[in-house]
Structure formats: structure tokens, C-alpha cells
């Protein structure tokens, strides 16, 4: 069984005056664990039983909350101390003001049938109405886990997380997807299909006029108006990126392997460029790895991540690595003339290089196959793969 989990965000609607008492519970909620995540942090500890024995009777005292909100909070505390604690980080919390609250069973109540919620707080129980999104609808039949109340902007939020268990099919289906990223074609896969309308590369250019005019004036209204078109052009980019995900995942088969190139080589290949927009194009990267990864993980595919090298240069038919082999968008091989875009040959690489690495493994645990000729691996990994049922264990490791 694999857990899914998503997260609902959903608008608060509360009553002016209980917002200023759900702020001050939030503010005593950030303070409980400021003052958890203090004494565990001084006395090297991450044990939220630890740090419930030595701070509880006082945050009691010094604090209204009520106590589960003062037990979520040291929680929370020991998560944050235990997190920094893996990461092997040195460093002291501080808790923002606006600590989301987190709430359970016990501090919270959820009347789907009103769309409300009821909230503990520094002063009982509050009553907030939520309204789902129709696009979430689809969660109705999740279990919930736990809400989570957050103040952002301005505006109360609700956050729902609920999960859902699905069966593990173990049969993959032999089919792997190479997907290349880049700025051009936002992504391109082995299956030839490439992930970018003409009219997201107009927006984009219209965004990119827009900001090189606005940061020439640089007046400080020119700023702020360059911060908002920076803000309208990440929400633009985020649907697409849904988008994207969607149609990959939904053109993938169920218990396929998608693979991407790892991050890491894009953004070295990105060097050149100005800073604002590296970042950018990597925030942008970044994100549409994530939806693939969980879009991905409701349909049993596997989402892998490959290091590849020379995947611009390298020609996906005869491995022929040479410089000259590509030129702009287009991409022709000096040894055998194969032509084609650059960026799909980049994505057939990414997949032959993940097959290469995923046969040696493989070769190694299953089947006692010579490969005579390495360079013929990808196609071999291809036969075996889509021969014989592989449970995805193997295929994923
Ligand atoms: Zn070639």
C-alpha cells in the first residue's frame, strides 16, 4: 500500500472580532513553542515528552492556550529540533510571528455538512465557515488527518490534509519517459511530445519586455510594480506547470517510470544567464518536478531523477559525443547524421542513461545476462524491460 497525502487549501470566513482572538492564540501558540523549542535547543534534547515535563506546568500558567494547542505546539517544537537535528544543523529556531496552528480531534470539530469548522482559542471555541474550491472536490471521499489554521496576507486560511491508501501494484508496465527541461520548450519527452503552447512563449516574452522596461525607469514605483508582474507571472507559470504535469502524467501508463534530469546540472548549465532569472527558471524547474512527482505517484509510476552527461552533445542513436553535434534547437549528429530537435535528443539520452544505470543494477541482482556490446545497453534494457514483468522494486532501485 502507498499513502497519498495532499493538502486543501480553503478561505477562512471569521468574524472580525474573533480574528483579533485567533490571532492572539496564534501568537501565544508561537510563543509556547518558542519556549518548547528554547529548553530543547539549551539542553540538547528533541524529545517532545523531554520537553513537555519542563515546560508545561509553566507555559499553563503563562499562556492561555488551551492544552492540546499547548501540546501541538511543543510538537511542532520537537519536528522542528528533530528536523535540524537530521539535517545536522547547528542553529537555534525562532518562530515566526503567524505560526500556523495545528489542529486534531481534540481542538478542532469539522462539519462538512455546514462547511465549518470549530477552532479551540485563547478564549473556547470559534466557529469558522470554509468553502472548498470546486477543483478540490475530488478529495471528498479522503480520509482527513488534521486542519491546520494559517494567517497569510491578511487572510485566514484552513488547511485540510487528508490521505488516501492505494493498492501497490508490483507489475511495472516496461515503458520509461526521458524528460528533458529547459527554457525554450518548458519540457520535452522521449515520446516526442513537447510541453510548451506558442502563447506561453508570447506571455513570457510580453513579461519579459514588461520587466526590462520597469527595471531601466527604476523608480520605486517601477519597483513595485516590477515585484507584482514578478508575482502574476509565478502564478502563470505555476498553472502552467499544472498543466504540464497533468498532460505528462496522464500520457504516461500506469506503473511506468518517468525520468528526469537531475536539477543540479540544469542549473550549471544555466550559468550564463541574468540572476533574477536563473532563479526564476529554477524555482519554475523545481516546482514542475514537484507536481510530476505527486501526479505521478497516484497512477503507481515511478518518478526517477538521473545525472546524465553531455546530454545536449551526445546523439541518442550512436552515443557519439561531439560539440558540434548540436546547434541551437537543432541537433545533428557529425558521426551517423541523425537529425533532430535538441531538446528531444536530450530527453532520449536522459532515458537511455537512466536504462543504463538501471540495467547494471539489474544485471546485478536478477539475471545472469552478458551484454556483449555496450552500446546496445539502452536497447537491450529496452527488450528485457518490456519482455519480461519486473516488479517495480527491482526497476526502481
Ligand atoms: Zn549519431
Avoid at 492572539?24 to 513537555?52: P, V
Avoid at 517544537?77 to 545536522?88: D, I, Q, R
Avoid at 519579459?208 to 527595471?215: G, K, M
Wanted: aromatic content about 10%.
Amino acid at each position: 500500500m502507498v499513502t497519498l497525502t495532499r493538502t486543501i487549501q480553503t478561505l477562512a470566513e471569521i468574524d472580525p472580532c474573533d480574528s483579533s482572538t485567533l490571532l492572539q492564540t496564534m501568537e501565544e501558540y508561537r510563543i509556547a513553542a518558542q519556549t518548547a523549542s528554547d529548553y530543547g535547543y539549551n539542553h540538547k534534547t528533541a524529545s517532545a515528552i523531554k520537553i513537555h515535563h519542563q515546560t508545561d506546568t509553566n507555559l499553563r500558567k503563562t499562556t492561555n492556550l488551551p492544552s492540546q494547542l499547548i501540546c501541538a505546539s511543543r510538537n511542532k517544537a520537537s519536528e522542528v529540533l528533530k528536523s535540524l537535528k537530521e539535517k545536522k544543523k547547528k542553529s537555534q529556531p525562532h518562530f515566526k510571528y503567524y505560526l500556523p496552528i495545528r489542529y486534531d480531534r481534540r481542538s478542532s470539530t469539522i462539519l462538512p455538512d455546514q462547511s465549518l469548522v470549530t477552532l479551540a482559542s485563547v478564549k473556547g471555541r470559534i466557529r469558522v465557515h470554509y468553502q472548498i474550491p470546486e477543483y478540490f472536490k475530488k478529495y471528498g471521499n479522503w480520509e482527513r488527518r488534521g486542519i491546520e489554521l494559517v494567517y497569510r496576507n491578511k487572510l485566514f486560511y484552513i488547511y485540510f490534509v487528508v490521505e488516501k491508501k492505494i493498492k501497490d501494484s508490483k507489475i511495472h508496465s516496461g515503458e520509461v519517459i526521458g524528460v528533458d527541461r529547459g527554457i525554450k520548450n518548458i519540457a520535452v519527452d522521449s515520446k516526442n511530445h513537447f510541453y510548451n503552447g506558442k502563447h506561453v512563449r508570447e506571455l513570457k516574452k510580453r513579461y519579459f519586455r514588461l520587466r526590462r522596461s520597469l527595471q531601466k525607469k527604476g523608480t520605486r514605483s517601477a519597483k513595485r510594480k516590477l515585484r507584482k508582474t514578478r508575482e502574476r507571472e509565478r502564478r502563470f507559470q505555476k498553472d502552467v506547470n499544472h498543466c504540464i504535469s497533468k498532460k505528462l502524467v496522464g500520457r504516461s501508463q500506469h506503473n511506468s517510470t518517468i525520468v528526469f534530469e537531475n536539477l543540479k546540472h540544469i542549473r550549471a548549465s544555466m550559468r550564463g544567464r541574468k540572476r533574477m532569472n536563473r532563479e526564476f527558471h529554477s524555482w519554475s524547474f523545481f516546482q514542475l518536478e514537484e507536481f510530476v512527482r505527486y501526479k505521478a505517484k497516484e497512477k503507481g509510476i515511478i518518478f526517477k531523477e538521473v545525472d546524465p552527461q553531455y546530454t545536449s552533445q551526445k546523439c541518442s542513436k550512436c552515443q557519439t559525443i561531439n560539440q558540434k553535434n548540436r546547434k541551437g534547437y537543432l541537433f545533428r549528429c557529425q558521426n551517423c547524421a541523425y537529425t533532430t530537435d535538441a531538446d528531444r535528443n536530450a530527453a532520449l539520452n536522459i532515458r537511455n542513461d537512466y536504462f543504463n544505470d538501471s540495467i547494471k543494477l539489474f544485471l546485478e541482482i536478477e539475471a545472469p545476462i552478458i551484454v556483449h556490446n555496450r552500446k546496445n545497453l539502452a536497447e537491450v534494457g529496452i527488450s528485457i524491460f518490456s519482455g519480461a514483468q519486473i516488479s517495480s522494486p527491482n526497476v526502481a532501485s
